[in-house]
């Protein structure tokens, strides 16, 4: 087969959809198994008989490793088979969890997490460096939707199929039955992504050269300014977003004594319209290339409707719209997002640059806990909804600088 033939071959809808249908069911596992251990605090803490704050250790460690590791996973997954780095890491998570439900000793427990973070760190890399490597650039849009969605999915199935799993065969049951949903994933990924092909033979056939003939593909494309651009760009979407879903229902308490009750009507709301705008701007993005104005009008968007909850005691129903509308803005603007990153990256470089900008969401997950902790220990909870604001509007002149390193916009092939 011809260069030429290769290339149409993944650009038939049948092989885009396989490739879609693969990666995201990845993704959709990363999602879940972030989630296997908050919904089972309590009973594991009681089995293990530790403190809230020695159980969450487990989280740290998890943490910790993922973002330490996650851009290295990145230069693997460019020297190497992005999809054989993908498996590998979701037997190694299976593996981690199998070994959290089998070993007796607390400690082991927690060196499982961080085995679990060390299997997290793949996907974001090897994930998107097969999207954009075998999708084709017309669907780009929606391979990159769908990757997301899939795993906003697994995040939401997570919480209620564990509590059903352990109330059936007890928390480490539970955690079988999760490692099995990774070993499953992984065999599927063995036994029908054909259409992931080995990507280290693909590159040089797609005009894909190698990072070691690609001086742009090199460890110094990270500290460039595009690239740290978007980095930035991450971590200001990871800390409003964390202001929102983590400490909306505390905030409109404190501010307006809503009803928990109600509080979490309109979190709820956010987070599914984020889910469903998610889908619509995968359709957005493959309609325009303008992918920067559609981020900043998301994100204008979203700020303005943050801002008017921050600032006007609203009836709970004008809340409840005002939550839903941030939350579809947001979701709208997520693969715009990825496509964004996807025009500064050069060829062969797709795992290591996705792999170091999304640790921003690492970042700032580790800030948003200490930062917003503090407005509500000091009694400002409307700093925190204020801050989200702050954050959301610092995230449009990433945007904008970044569109002046980006090429000029340019319709794909149908």
């Known amino acids: 087969m011809t260069p030429t033939t290769e290339i149409a071959a993944r650009a038939e809808p049948s092989s885009d959809a396989q490739v879609i249908g693969l990666v995201s069911a990845a993704h ?15 009973v ?3 089995d293990f008989g530790v403190s809230y704050t020695e159980l969450g250790l487990a989280l740290t460690a998890f943490n910790v490793v993922s973002a330490l590791l996650q851009t290295p996973a990145g230069f693997l997954a460019d020297r190497v088979s992005a999809r054989a780095v993908l498996i590998g890491g979701l037997l190694l998570g299976a593996a981690a969890l199998a070994g959290a439900a089998v070993l007796p000793s607390f400690w082991a427990f927690v060196a499982m997490f961080a085995l679990l973070g060390l299997g997290n760190t793949v996907y974001h890399p ?8 075998h999708v084709s650039p017309r669907r780009m849009g929606q391979a990159y939707s769908v990757h997301t969605f899939a795993g906003m999915l697994g995040g939401a199935v997570a919480p209620a199929s564990l509590l059903f799993l352990a109330a059936a065969f007890g928390w480490r049951g539970a955690y079988l039955a999760s490692a099995a949903l990774g070993a499953a994933v992984a065999a599927t990924l063995l036994l029908l992504g054909r259409a992931l092909a080995d990507d280290r033979a693909e590159r040089g056939t797609a005009g894909s050269a190698p990072a070691a003939a690609n001086p742009e593909a090199s460890p110094v494309l990270l500290l460039s300014a595009p690239v740290l651009l978007n980095l930035l760009f991450f971590v200001m979407l990871a800390l409003s977003n964390a202001g929102v879903q983590n400490y909306a229902v505390v905030v409109l308490d404190a501010l307006y004594a809503t009803p928990l009750n ?18 619509i701007g995968g359709v957005v993005a493959t309609r325009t290339t303008r992918h920067s104005v559609v981020a900043i009008a998301g994100l204008a968007g979203a700020a303005c409707t ?6 006007v005691h609203l009836p709970i129903a004008a809340m409840i719209v005002l939550f839903a509308l941030a939350g579809l803005a947001t979701g709208i603007i997520m693969p715009s997002r990825d496509l964004l990153v996807r025009a500064v990256t050069p060829p062969g470089a797709f795992g290591k640059v996705f792999g170091f900008v999304t640790t921003g969401f690492n970042i700032g997950g580790m800030v948003s806990p200490l930062l917003f902790g503090w407005f509500l220990d000091i ?13 959301i509007l610092a995230a449009i002149p990433t945007v904008m600088a970044g569109a002046a390193f980006r090429p000029a916009p340019r319709r794909n092939a149908s």
């Open 28 to 42: 959709f596992v990363s999602h879940y198994y972030i989630l296997v251990l908050p919904p089972l605090f309590t």
């Open 44 to 46: 594991i803490r009681a």
């Open 126 to 133: 090897a994930d998107y460096a097969l999207l954009s490597r």
């Open 262 to 279: 109600l509080a979490n009507v309109a979190l709820t709301a956010y987070l599914a319209t984020s889910a469903f705008g998610v889908l």
């Open 306 to 311: 943050v801002l008017l909850v921050a600032l």
């Open 379 to 391: 009694g400002s909870p409307r700093a925190v909804f204020l801050a989200t604001v702050a954050f």
